[in-house]
């Protein structure tokens, strides 16, 4: 049979078929604000005897990844959304034996001698962990020991003009280590608490040591820590569950501002050495 005209304009009209638009992935990156940081690196590239730095500026809105004497030592892995540190013995800086890929925190980004006191605070708190480390074949350790976070302190403008000292470098307050696997707290602490006045500002071994506190096991997998920083108080806690509370004389009478540290700080000048430290966030508040 035929059929009729009618029947031709009663049929449906086909409806298009609309391909789905190819979107790219998403690619997330490790969540630090670079506002605050500089970074600095285990080369000398410009020859100027020192480590190189970075600055603020040239690490923010992702800054860093168009920075190519950077990325060898500061750079993302998309796949879990990090950011790796990595280090080897090489250029140190003017205190230390030692190198690093390492933040610095810079409160004023245009001076580097305002810091902060206890007496202001701060905390420090991410996730991180260490990803892999060179063996350490001339000790009783495994690894090689890397520094993952510090406070550091810092002679003040002020005293560095009432005084006329030559650095402003002060000691570390807190070091938080990696050693074979468990997270250790070292704090300086006065050997003598009857210390005071202007003899506090002596820097060396005579008048500040550490202790030491372990903190827990990690191993190689991912963990968080904070540090919060008050007046004559430091916690620190190690997923947000093992804290340890320091609050003594020592901290009472602390002289130096002090500034946040994060990163790679690898405690060897064994050759062949090397460390890898991924952070997953980093954040910081006062």
Not at 31 to 36: H, L
Not at 191 to 215: F, V
Request: overall charge negative; hydrophobic content about 30%.
């Amino acid at each position: 049979m035929s059929c009729s005209s009618n029947d031709e304009l009663d049929r449906p009209t086909p409806t298009a078929v609309e391909t789905p638009s190819e979107e790219s992935p998403t690619v997330n990156y490790a969540d630090i604000n670079f506002s605050n940081w500089k970074v600095t690196l285990p080369v000398d590239e410009n020859n100027n005897g020192k480590p190189d730095e970075y600055q603020p500026n040239e690490l923010v809105n992702f800054g860093y990844q168009d920075l190519a004497p950077v990325q060898p030592y500061m750079y993302d892995d998309t796949t879990d959304e990090s950011l790796v540190f990595y280090t080897f013995p090489a250029s140190s800086t003017a205190n230390s034996s030692y190198s690093r890929t390492e933040l610095r925190e810079l409160i004023n980004t245009s001076n580097a001698r305002e810091n902060w006191t206890l007496a202001e605070g701060g905390t420090m708190r991410g996730r991180l962990k260490v990803v892999d480390i060179s063996e350490n074949n001339n000790s009783s350790d495994t690894y090689h020991k890397v520094i993952v976070m510090q406070i550091h302190g810092i002679i003040s403008e002020e005293d560095m003009e009432i005084h006329d000292f030559s650095s402003n470098n002060g000691p570390p307050l807190i070091k938080i280590y990696w050693k074979d696997g468990y997270v250790w707290s070292h704090k300086k602490s006065l050997i003598d608490e009857n210390t005071s006045g202007d003899d506090l500002l002596d820097t060396s071994n005579n008048t500040w040591y550490d202790i030491k506190q372990n903190l827990g096991y990690v191993g190689f997998d991912a963990f968080d820590f904070s540090i919060e920083a008050s007046d004559a108080k430091i916690i620190v806690t190690l997923n947000n569950e093992s804290s340890y509370t320091y609050e003594d004389v020592s901290l009472d009478k602390w002289p130096f501002e002090n500034y946040f540290k994060a990163g790679n700080y690898l405690t060897t000048i064994d050759a062949n050495a090397f460390s890898y430290v991924k952070y997953y966030n980093l954040y910081l508040t006062h």
